[in-house]
Structure formats: C-alpha cells, structure tokens
C-alpha cells in the first residue's frame, strides 16, 4: 500500500502513542500495526515520520530520557549536587515507563544522560574541577546511572525490605544484619551512591 501524499499524524503523537502502548500492553506487543491501530491510521502513514520500527523505539528512548527536568546550575563547591539532582530527575522519568527499559538500553543516546558535553564540561571547569577529571566524571556519571536505574526498571518495584529479597537470616546472618540497619529506600540508596562517585573522584584529587 503506498504512503498517504500527506501525513495523517504528527510524530510527536506517533511517539506519545508507542509509549502509551508499551505502558500499558508490554514492549512485546509494540508493533507497526499495533501502533498504526492505536492511532487509527494505516501503517504507511507512519513512514512520514520514521523509517522503520527502530527509528520509532529510537525516538521513544529520546523522549523518555528527555523527559527528565535539567536543574538550574550554579558553578561551585558544590557541583556534584547538580550531578545528583539531574541524576533522580532522569531516574524518576525512566520508572515511569518500566516496561520501556530494554529499548533505552538500546537505544539511548549518550548525550542526553547529562546534558550537553561542551556545556557541563564548562560547568565542571568553572567548579574548579581540574581538566584531567572531567572524562572520568563525564562517563562515570553516565554508566553508573544508566545502570543502576535500567536495573531498578527491569525489576520489581522494590521497598527498603525488598531490596534483597529472600534473605535467610540462618544462613545469611550478615546480609540479614545488614539490611535490618539500612535506614535507606532504594530512591536514597542511589542518590548517596551517585554523591559517593563523585565525591569521591575529588577525594582521590586531593
């Protein structure tokens, strides 16, 4: 069938619309003509906007990730309390779609984890973070949070008892001590994990 002479849709509703299938339905049911169906289009219709199915999944990990709310950032002492911020803001935006964490595995692309390179490598230098570290925060930044929340995403959601689930406390009475003093909920456990990265990069500089 050929494609419609002029678009039926927008790509902003064909991206909306696989979300919302993938939401609801599960990422195995997402489909041209799942997606084509939900929109009430034929599917040629979806070619003025993407090339294939890829391009459309690629899309979805854009706005997915783009979703997350860049904080206002002031250069100093302090700067890894941007890292931190961006950091739950981008988490926060990714459990929102559970089920779409094996595309943004895929998919995602690397500048949007924490913003444009050039600029935050400009807030990092007006910090006083030494150049020689900049890589080092850059990509740690990116591996450790993409990570530890595609990991969070692709389990249960879990509560600070879950965290470790089905401990035996006769055979694992370590872990069971431990997890009867952690004070912290798996949000506050990644937050002091992103802080102790980055504080500690500076540590070693020191």
Same mark, same amino acid.
């Given at each position: 069938?050929?494609?419609?002479?002029?678009?039926?849709?927008?790509?902003?509703?064909?991206?909306?619309?696989?979300?919302?299938?993938?939401?609801?339905?599960?990422?195995?049911?997402?489909?041209?003509?799942?997606?084509?169906?939900?929109?009430?289009?034929?599917?040629?219709?979806?070619?003025?906007?993407?090339?294939?199915?890829?391009?459309?999944?690629?899309?979805?990990?854009?706005?997915?990730?783009?979703?997350?709310?860049?904080?206002?950032?002031?250069?100093?002492?302090?700067?890894?309390?941007?890292?931190?911020?961006?950091?739950?803001?981008?988490?926060?935006?990714?459990?929102?779609?559970?089920?779409?964490?094996?595309?943004?595995?895929?998919?995602?692309?690397?500048?949007?984890?924490?913003?444009?390179?050039?600029?935050?490598?400009?807030?990092?230098? =007006?910090?006083?973070?030494?150049?020689?570290?900049?890589? *080092?925060?850059?990509?740690? !930044?990116? $591996?450790?949070? /993409?990570?530890? +929340?595609?990991?969070?995403?692709?389990?249960?959601?879990?509560?600070?008892?879950?965290?470790?689930?089905?401990?035996?406390?006769?055979?694992?009475?370590?872990?069971?001590? =431990?997890?009867?003093?952690?004070?912290?909920?798996?949000? *506050?456990?990644?937050?002091? !994990?992103? $802080?102790?990265? /980055?504080?500690? +990069?500076?540590?070693?500089?020191?």
């Amino acid at each position: 069938m050929p494609r419609p002479s002029k678009p039926l849709i927008s790509r902003a509703s064909a991206v909306a619309a696989s979300i919302d299938i993938i939401d609801t339905e599960g990422l195995d049911a997402f489909s041209l003509p799942r997606l084509a169906k939900h929109l009430g289009v034929r599917a040629p219709s979806l070619y003025h906007h993407f090339e294939d199915k890829s391009a459309i999944l690629s899309a979805v990990a854009r706005q997915i990730a783009g979703a997350g709310t860049i904080p206002r950032r002031k250069p100093g002492p302090d700067w890894p309390e941007y890292f931190v911020t961006l950091s739950l803001n981008l988490r926060r935006s990714i459990l929102r779609h559970r089920n779409a964490a094996p595309i943004l595995l895929q998919y995602l692309p690397r500048d949007l984890l924490i913003g444009p390179y050039e600029e935050t490598a400009h807030f990092l230098e =007006a910090s006083g973070v030494p150049t020689r570290l900049h890589v *080092q925060i850059l990509d740690g !930044m990116e $591996r450790i949070t /993409l990570g530890a +929340v595609l990991t969070e995403a692709m389990s249960k959601p879990s509560t600070r008892s879950s965290i470790f689930p089905n401990i035996d406390p006769e055979s694992q009475p370590m872990l069971s001590k =431990a997890m009867a003093a952690n004070e912290f909920t798996q949000k *506050q456990l990644f937050e002091e !994990m992103i $802080r102790s990265f /980055l504080y500690g +990069v500076m540590r070693n500089e020191n």
